[in-house]
C-alpha cells in the first residue's frame, strides 16, 4: 500500500504540477517548489528535468523527506529512489499528460537516462 487513499490519488492526477519541499537538517521546511509529476499505480512519482544537480532533486535526495502539495492534497512525505518504478509506463504517462508542452520539456522528463533520477513520494501521514 502506498499510503495515498483512492480519493487522494484521483485528486492528484487531476492537477499538472506538484509542488515539493524537502526537510532541512532541523526540520524545517524549505520553501515549495513547482514541477511536473505522474500518478502511476497507487504511486506518486518525480522525475528531476535537468539531473541529479537540480536542487529541489538533490535536497529531496540528501534529507529523504518533506512535503508535497498538489490540488486538495498537502502530505508529509519520504522521498524513495524509484529504481523499481515502471518507468515505460512513467515515460507513457508523462507524455499522456504532458505532450501539449512541446517535445523540448517533456524530452526532459523522460527516457532511460531518467531512471536514475525517479523518487516515489510515499506520505507518512
Partial sequence: MSGWSADELRAIARVDELQVASRRADGSLRPFVTIWFVVEGDDVYLRSAHGPDNGWY???RESGSGRVRVGSVEKDVLFEVADDAPHD??????????DRYGPGPVGAIVGPELVAVTLRAVPTT
Fill in 58 to 60: 538533490r535536497r529531496a
Fill in 89 to 98: 509506463a512513467l515515460d507513457a504517462a508523462l507524455h499522456a499528460k504532458y
